[in-house]
């Protein structure tokens, strides 16, 4: 063995030394102090030279890939990282209010409170539910949906324990929190309607969305938002709806909210101002009292519906959070139909209404002239056919003023045979009977004013007997209380005005209250006025068939017109035995009583329409009840309303 | 015979206080600012906290900086004479490995020691570096050429590495491979030899791939196609590109990378570390640690050359080798460039035996530095 000694160097390593070919150049100029160099330290030392090159480009070429991802590429793995970190979540918008004319709400909404449970913030989540249902019932269903939820939800997403809290359940939880470990109370809103039924058949109602509905929009997928389900909720629902929110929030890589990074608040949906007067809407309500009946008031001269009623109704309130089974049962069972808007959805026969309309369409037609006189026998016979007045002895020789006011069945019956249906149906189609109206509420039906064509197209045959049976109303002649009312806007002001309901958008008042916006029928006046001359008789003069409508207000006069419509066929026994008395037939057999009219006669501003479902007497109910109405309505007229911010809005334009 | 023992009292006026001196304290240095870096680095992977790993990894740090100036201070002839006991003990870990070892996540095996975990593989390279600087030491340019001569150690080779694969564990068996072929290399192999090995290569790796795991051939497969499975196995590699993307030329900010912050960078701590000082730092903070690396890298290179016997210089370039493989794997790794497979970066990455292993390397190194000079068996028959 070797002894082995340290020798300092006394020369470091050079950088030309690593390069030389040979043996390191100090070896060589001091080859006493280095005694020998081995050829393995020559090749040792160029073959770690050509590994660190290696070594040297291998970290080169990494280097260059980093650059590549970083820089060359970097946007793109930025955005993909900003797509893994940002969460956006959409915040539901409040829904807009729906106002009446004069800034009532109608449709607002209110603050309710729900409790939530976050399962990460208690160790025992039974133990707490346990005590949660011994402050607020929980039901099984209830806590099975919250046991189902929980399973699947992760555990900082909080599940619904109940919601629609009153400010009172909040309050009892909120004193109760130290023992309800991972229960939070959260904040929502609920659809309000403080008129509740007053004017549900108006304003709808909304409801949760359904599957199909955040199919077509997926912002309806957000907790809180509703859907119009009826009535202007649902016609205007896209205005109502509002722009969403939204709030950007950073996640980590299982989805827990680390912090929001922005906040976008949602836009409150537009403000919906009805034409509808909440006074005077509830002024009709009570003038109806519990009757199934529909009333309609317009704004004869720009078609604005001021007051639609349709009893009974419903509270639209609890269409929000759903509807119970039972409730919707006993809704649904109802024969007086809550549900249904009968001002448009209700069809009825006009009866004597509609004898204006025939009235002129045989003056349009030139088949009657105002001084035309027919001879009321209290019959006719038309092919074969006997058809009755409703006057047993008939009315003698009368023209068409007092064919209005008397209702003489056999006038018409004789003016619709000389007309023919065809005018008839044209007439009454620009009067607004039998046709699809502009107002905005779904579910409206038309009725019909059927004509010869259109029932052979369905394969009926038409006779004589039937343009004789709608000369007075009756038969195939269907319509809506709404159609009843604009007619008579229409009669009244010769002007070709649509019911609406829509007064402003978010304060912007709509172009349809201008009555220079709805064009003049094609009607002579001279032919209106004979009309209303008629329906002038009908309630002021002496032997007019509503004496009752007169309005007692001296200086204003009402025309009107009354109507009956059988629901049942009389049989000719029966009529001609002198027994039969429809206020002795079951309430569902009794004919509906109707009774359009106007006011002022010579100034006409008003109209209205009045249908009491098997109320049986038109004169004795519906004429009285439309007298009051239009009283309610002259008494309540804007330009006396002192307080009225909305028409001081519509004046300034 | 002469005992060992007073051999090694006999040595001669080569004071501890002289070694000390003639330690690379600049080398010393760059490994601590690279420890540094890592410790940096870790208290971000804790959200900027000293738990749970950058604290004891500190410790550790400091354990390892002890260890690897006790080592510097062997002399070879201690080394040489450790080289076969560590080579042995290094087998009958990986074999015991195998047997009685703890698997995680599919590949990574360990043994727990006196309540540390230790990876006999770590160490294998190590050892292997030895053993295989103890076998060449001797060797002059002539026995090079008998390819005889050149079976023994292509034996110690293939041991460990034979083990490795069964564990199996791919990317530590090729590193070790490459590592003992850079000592052949380095030793003097002929060229011719090494053509004759090279050209079978090809077939041999057909058909190996027929003999992976699934495991490892799905790891092949994400790694050509990382968008054929997101949410599977090509997670790892697709957040760790998103995050070095989203770190762009400056950086995130330290402590502000969204990846790593958020907990989309898988194994933040240990394997991708890298991706999250890139994604906070930038290109300009990932290019500064690849070049603290590569320092480390040269300065270990030149040293071996530095040495004036074999045993040294082959040493010294197995461990510069076992260093630069790990870092190449891990960052070739976390960009995606090869398929993922559980090797940290060596003193950055949370872990204690890699860790210490990687120390216990370092001070070989400057052991080798500090003994550049000793006249150790140069006997060269051709000199």
Redesign the interface.
């Known amino acids: ?9 006394s020369r470091g ?1 050079t950088i030309g030394a ?1 390069f030389s070919r040979k043996t390191p150049a100090a070896a060589r100029r001091a080859p006493a102090r ?1 005694p ?6 020559g ?3 160029r ?3 050509a ?2 090159g290696l ?2 480009a ?2 080169g070429a ?2 260059d ?3 590549r ?3 060359s ?6 955005t ?3 797509n ?2 940002i969460s956006t979540r959409l915040l539901a918008p409040p829904r807009g209010r729906i106002i009446d004319r004069f800034g009532a709400t109608l449709g607002g909404n209110k603050v309710n409170w729900r409790a939530l449970l976050l399962a990460e913030q208690t160790t025992n989540v039974q133990g707490t539910l346990d005590r949660y249902s011994a402050i607020l019932p929980l039901d099984d269903r209830e806590r099975a949906r919250i046991d189902r939820e929980l399973k699947h939800g992760r555990k900082f997403i909080p599940v619904v324990v109940q919601d629609f809290l009153s400010w009172d359940d909040m309050a009892r939880l909120e004193v109760n929190a130290p023992e309800l470990p991972g229960i939070l109370i959260d904040v929502g809103t609920t659809r309000l309607y403080p008129q509740g039924p007053t004017l549900a058949h108006v304003v709808g109602y909304v409801a949760p969305p359904n599957e199909r509905d955040v199919a077509k929009d997926a912002d309806l997928a957000l907790p809180g938002m509703r859907i119009g389900r009826a009535g202007i909720e649902q016609f205007h629902d896209l205005a109502l709806r509002g722009t969403p929110g939204s709030v950007q929030m ?5 989805g827990r909210v ?1 912090r929001e990074l922005d906040r976008r608040e949602g836009q409150q949906g537009k403000t919906i101002g009805l034409t509808v007067d909440l006074g005077l809407q509830q002024a009709v309500l009570s003038r109806i009292a519990d009757q199934a009946a529909s009333a309609v008031v317009m704004d004869a001269r720009n078609g604005e519906v001021l007051a639609m009623v349709s009893t009974p109704s419903f509270d639209p309130s609890l269409f929000d959070s759903g509807v119970s089974q039972q409730q919707w049962a006993e809704w649904t069972a109802d024969q007086r139909t809550p549900l249904i808007n009968k001002a448009v959805a209700g069809v009825y026969p006009p009866g004597s209404t509609f004898k204006p309309a025939v009235a002129m369409a045989a003056l349009q037609a030139g088949t009657l002239t105002p001084g035309d006189r027919i001879t009321c026998r209290g019959y006719i016979d038309v092919g074969g056919a006997r058809f009755h007045c409703w006057a047993r002895y008939g009315h003698g020789s009368i023209d068409l003023h007092q064919g209005i006011k008397f209702s003489c069945d056999v006038f018409f019956y004789e003016v619709a045979r000389r007309t023919g249906m065809d005018p008839i149906a044209a007439t009454a189609h620009v009067f607004g009977l039998g046709t699809k109206l502009g107002i905005e509420l779904p579910h409206q039906r038309t009725g019909s004013i059927p004509t010869p064509a259109m029932r052979r197209a369905e394969g009926h045959h038409w006779n004589g007997g039937d343009t004789i049976n709608a000369g007075i109303g009756q038969g195939f002649v269907t319509v809506t209380p709404l159609q009843l009312a604009t007619y008579a806007s229409r009669l009244a002001t010769g002007r070709m005005v649509q019911p609406h309901l829509t007064r402003s958008i978010d304060e912007a008042l709509q172009p349809t209250m201008n009555p220079d916006h709805w064009p003049a029928l094609p009607m002579p006046e001279d032919h209106l006025q004979a009309l209303r001359s008629g329906m002038y008789a009908v309630v002021n003069e002496p032997h007019g068939t509503a004496p009752k409508a007169r309005l007692p207000l001296a200086g204003v006069q009402m025309a009107g017109k009354t109507g009956s419509a059988q629901v049942r066929h009389v049989s000719r026994y029966a009529r001609e035995s002198g027994h039969f008395d429809s206020s002795k037939l079951p309430w569902e057999f009794r004919p509906h009583a109707l009774f359009i009219c106007f006011a002022p006669y010579d100034n006409p501003r008003y109209a209205a329409a009045v249908v009491v479902e098997h109320g049986n007497a038109a004169a004795e109910v519906a004429a009285p009840l439309a007298r009051d109405i239009m009283m309610d309505t002259l008494t309540r007229d804007p330009v006396n309303h002192k307080d009225a911010p909305g028409q001081k809005v519509a004046d300034a334009i | 015979m ?1 005992s060992q023992k007073r ?1 090694l009292r ?1 040595e ?3 004071r501890f206080l002289a070694k000390l001196w003639r330690i690379s304290w600049l080398y010393v240095l760059l490994i601590c600012v690279l420890a540094g870096v890592g410790y940096g680095a870790l208290y971000s992977a804790d959200g900027g906290s000293a738990k749970p790993f950058a604290g004891p990894q500190s410790l550790r740090f400091g354990f390892g900086l002890v260890l690897m100036l006790g080592v510097a201070m062997l002399s070879p ?1 201690v080394l040489v004479r450790l080289a076969w006991p560590l080579y042995g003990l290094s087998l009958l870990l990986l074999a015991a490995v195998l047997h009685m070892g703890h698997v995680g996540k599919g590949a990574e095996r360990w043994l727990i020691i006196g309540g540390m975990q230790v990876q006999p593989s770590e160490f294998a390279k190590i050892a292997l570096a030895l053993v295989l600087a103890a076998w060449f030491h001797r ?3 002539k026995r ?1 050429g008998n390819p005889l001569f050149l079976i023994p150690p292509a034996i110690l080779v293939l041991l460990p590495v034979g083990l490795v694969l069964k564990e199996p564990n791919l990317g530590t068996a090729v590193i070790i491979g490459a590592v003992g072929a ?1 000592i052949f ?4 192999m002929r060229l011719w030899q090494i053509a004759i090995l090279i050209a079978p290569v090809p077939f041999l790796a057909k058909f190996a791939y027929g003999h992976l795991h699934d495991y490892q051939k799905a790891r092949i497969t994400t790694f050509l196609h990382p968008e054929s499975d997101p949410l599977g196995a090509g997670y790892n590699i ?2 760790s ?9 400056w950086g995130q900010g330290y402590l502000h990378g ?2 790593g912050q ?3 960078l898988p194994e933040k701590q240990t394997d991708f570390i890298f991706t999250m000082i ?1 994604e906070e730092w ?2 300009v903070g ?2 500064t640690v ?1 070049g603290l ?2 320092l480390i ?2 300065g270990g ?2 040293m ?3 040495c ?1 016997h ?1 045993f040294g ?2 040493l010294g ?1 197995g461990i510069s ?1 076992n260093f ?1 493989l790990y ?2 794997v891990n ?2 790794m976390v ?3 090869i398929p993922v497979g559980g090797v940290p970066l060596p003193l950055i990455s949370y872990g204690g035996s890699a860790m210490l292993t990687v120390m216990f390397g370092f001070g070989l190194l400057l052991s080798v530095y500090v ?8 006997n ?1 028959g ?2």
């Open positions: 063995m070797r002894r082995w000694s340290f020798r300092r160097a390593l690593l280095a020998k160099e081995t050829p393995s330290r090749i040792f030392t073959r770690a030279l590994l660190m070594q040297t291998a970290l990494l280097g890939r980093l650059y991802l970083q820089v590429d970097g946007r793109k793995y930025a993909m990282a900003d893994n970190r950073e996640v980590n890589s299982v680390m | 002469i051999l006999a001669p006026s080569f002839r060797a002059g340019h090079m850079s290399l380095a030793a003097g697709i957040q590109k998103i995050a070095l993307g989203s770190g762009g030329m969204t990846q958020l907990n989309f890139a930038g290109l990932g290019l690849m690396l590569l890298i040269m290179m030149l071996s050359m530095r004036r074999q210089r082959l370039l080798m630069f870092c190449v960052l070739s960009m995606g460039a003994h550049r000079d000793a006249s150790f068996g140069e060269e051709n000199a």
